[in-house]
């Protein structure tokens, strides 16, 4: 190790007998998960929101107005009572609440909390630990609906946003991202519109994660910069509040309902007495800001370079990973990195994951994933020039309908225009199964790259139930050209969030910024950043190979779009 690296990690050693806690607020439950010094796991615990709290009549978390489409809401009074009920069922096992030296948390993206006029002063500092935290905070909100990150009712607030502010592109080189339904920004333009005097009784608008940290603090807690970036109101390279994007785009006296930025690696506080009383928290446990999941998923797989990635497959497939150049345009998202104040993260976001690959299964392979794989292993790499795009569901990465497109593009390696590519109306099913796997990581490395990802990764950690196919890991390997490993534990955010925790104890003993690579250096052999190598970078020649045939499978999906695209901001 050289000597900086060395002394960054002498600085980065955590008192041996603390712990730290990180909770993730998601849409369907409330995890904690508590870490101790060498970042070894030492207890979790859940709250299942529909079966343990069923007097807020929640299905999957959330409420779906049925009488506005696309409108999809939770109470933000269930998450309160959620934070009271993890906590109990931790002191029913007399866990030791004493040893906790900082707790942070990761909140579901985009979702908004508002908060009443008059609560700061006469609530929320005002927190008695002989009542409940909920009952003193029932009449706390202006709506009792806080909209999610799953609402998309705010087509028509996407437009007039990204039209305000120059079109679609210039709203996504200054705020990271072009407008999109679920985030914030739109949601609160829509609330000023077609709920005036709500905005109006609203002294304070905080996101699922400052809402959740202002709970812990009794007081009202910052909205970190990384989260903030999923707004559509902050100068993302700045990390300021966007004048223009909030009080000409938005709505009026947006800023002062907002507050101040922080940085997600500083203290929002130290912890409420009521918490102290109640539990037996340490009066001088630090509350770190908490930041979004997918921010906190980032930290948690132990993503600490440029060049490292995450790839999640699940019911909808999820690309993140750090860079230093980011290159926002019409596609994906950029967040500042919340454990690295110098890079960011930037995230790709498919309809189209497990319910497509199942769709395929189903029809091809009689609904047998063995069956899927074989017929994998009938066809070679690079599947003959077979080319296939599969949408279940509308995707938006690209911007297409429902639909299949084949196309036969004869020598990938050698042909030059897409021109020559022969749309067929269909394949054989191992030709289906390989030009759908094939297919869905070609785009997955297209779309990073154009993001701003370095490429060839410097290695891809991949989650989701469909990471445990090992010949998808092999696939994914060779297309990416670079190492691929598994972690197969499901509960990335609040893991993350505990290192968060104690990433941002460190920062604050060190009065410095401390890279979080010196924090995880000193982690134990059996802590929870170890992974798995699973597949190795395939050979160069073939990896050369796959680059030529994702050029022309980019160029077959530009005509795609400019074909059939849709103008969807979802
Ligand atoms: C990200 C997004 C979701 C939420 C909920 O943009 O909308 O991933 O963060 O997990």
């Known amino acids: 190790m050289a000597s900086k690296a060395k002394a960054a990690a002498a600085a980065a050693i955590l008192p041996h007998d603390a712990l730290f806690l990180g909770f993730d607020s998601s849409t369907q439950s409330l995890k904690a998960t508590v870490v101790d010094a060498k970042l070894r796991i030492v207890t979790s615990e859940i709250v299942h929101f529909d079966s343990e709290l069923p007097h807020y009549k929640t299905k999957d978390g959330v409420h779906r107005d049925l009488s506005e489409n696309g409108r999809v809401t939770a109470p933000a009074l269930m998450w309160v009572e959620a934070l009271e009920c993890v906590l109990d069922k931790l002191k029913k096992r007399s866990f030791p609440f004493e040893a906790i030296k900082a707790v942070s948390g990761s909140g579901q993206q985009h979702g908004s909390v508002y908060w009443k006029k008059d609560t700061l002063n006469s609530k929320l500092q005002k927190l008695s630990h002989l009542e409940s935290l909920h009952g003193q905070l029932q009449d706390a909100f202006s709506t009792i609906h806080s909209p999610i990150w799953m609402d998309s009712s705010t087509f028509v607030q996407c437009k007039e946003i990204e039209e305000a502010l120059g079109g679609a592109v210039a709203l996504s080189l200054l705020t990271g991202s072009r407008a999109h339904e679920r985030y914030t920004g739109p949601q609160i333009r829509k609330l000023y519109q077609t709920q005036k005097e709500v905005y109006e009784n609203t002294e304070r608008i905080s996101l699922v994660s400052s809402f959740m940290a202002s709970l812990l603090v009794g007081d009202y807690v910052s909205i970190d910069y990384s989260d903030a970036a999923g707004m559509n109101l902050m100068d993302f390279k700045n990390r300021i509040w966007s004048h223009v994007a909030l009080e000409v785009a938005t709505a009026p006296h947006l800023e002062e309902k907002l507050g101040p930025l922080a940085p997600p690696h500083a203290v929002a506080g130290v912890i409420n007495p009521f918490f ?57 998202h950029i967040f500042p990195n919340c454990v690295d104040p110098h890079s960011y993260m930037v995230m790709l976001v498919y309809k189209n994951g497990s319910l497509t690959r199942e769709e395929v299964r189903d029809r091809c392979a009689d609904g047998s994933w063995d069956h899927f794989n074989k017929l994998l292993d009938e066809t070679s790499p690079l599947n003959d020039g077979k080319v296939g795009f599969f949408y279940k569901y509308p995707e938006i990465l690209p911007p297409l309908p429902v639909g299949v497109h084949r196309f036969c593009v004869k020598e990938a390696e050698s042909l030059d225009d897409v021109a020559e590519a022969q749309e067929v109306l269909a394949f054989d099913p191992s030709t289906e199964v390989r030009s759908l796997v094939e297919g869905q990581f070609l785009s997955m490395k297209t779309h990073s790259q154009r993001i701003g990802m370095p490429m060839p990764p410097k290695r891809i950690i991949a989650t989701g139930g469909a990471s445990a196919n090992h010949r998808l890991l092999v696939l994914m390997a060779t297309i990416f050209g670079c190492d691929v490993y598994t972690a197969q534990r499901t509960d990335s955010a609040s893991l993350g969030a505990a290192f968060r925790a104690a990433h941002g104890w460190l920062c604050n003993d060190q009065k410095d910024f401390v890279p979080i690579a010196s924090m995880f250096a000193n982690a134990a052999e059996d802590g929870a950043i170890q992974f798995k190598l699973s597949a190795h970078a395939g050979p160069n020649d073939l990896q050369a190979k796959f680059a030529a045939l994702a050029k022309k499978r980019a160029e077959l999906e530009h005509m795609l779009v400019a074909k059939y695209g849709a103008n969807s901001t979802l």
Do not use: K
């Open 276 to 332: 102290v009383e109640r539990y037996d928290f340490s009066a001088d446990c630090l509350v770190i800001q908490w930041s979004g999941d997918n921010l906190c998923s980032l930290a948690g797989l132990a993503l600490d370079h440029p060049g490292d990635v995450a790839v999640s497959l699940g019911t909808s497939d999820t690309v993140f990973g750090i860079t230093t150049n980011p290159l926002p345009g019409l596609e994906g």
